[in-house]
């Protein structure tokens, strides 16, 4: 059983930055398609960003040029460095691993995170 520990939420200022980052454990990190989701109050969850084992990286067309997913295997830690936040970015956000290519249907969550963009 995998398990993810999100860390590093909180509020922040419009156009600020924060990185979050999400400890793995209980399987093999390196080959897992690693990921974060959020989720707005009233709305659905949303992806956020992908990274595969390859390296291919994939991002939600609202945060491209933003975000930026990258990973750790000698850490078993995967990141995600958001610039220019925006008080839309306002959400919990949560982890996610795959232990195939999956992108939109992980097979394992984080509890989540919040991150509060102020105005």
């Known amino acids: 059983q995998v398990q993810l520990v999100e860390s590093g939420g909180g509020l922040v200022q419009t156009g600020g930055s924060l990185r979050l980052s999400c400890a793995a454990s209980?399987?093999?990190?390196?080959?897992?398609?690693m990921g974060w989701f959020r989720q707005a109050p009233g709305k659905e969850r949303e992806f956020v960003a992908g990274?595969?084992?390859?390296?291919?990286?994939y991002y939600a067309d609202s945060v491209k040029g933003r975000f930026t997913i990258s990973r750790d295997n000698a850490k078993n830690t995967v990141y995600l460095q958001m610039n220019s936040l925006k008080p839309e970015d306002t959400a919990v956000y949560y982890c996610?691993?795959?232990?195939?290519?999956?992108?939109?249907?992980?097979?394992?969550w984080g509890q989540g995170t919040q991150v509060t963009v102020s105005s």
């Open positions: 996610t691993a795959d232990k195939g290519l999956s992108l939109v249907r992980p097979d394992y």
């Open positions: 209980g399987g093999t990190f390196s080959s897992y398609t």
């Open positions: 990274l595969r084992r390859s390296g291919s990286s």
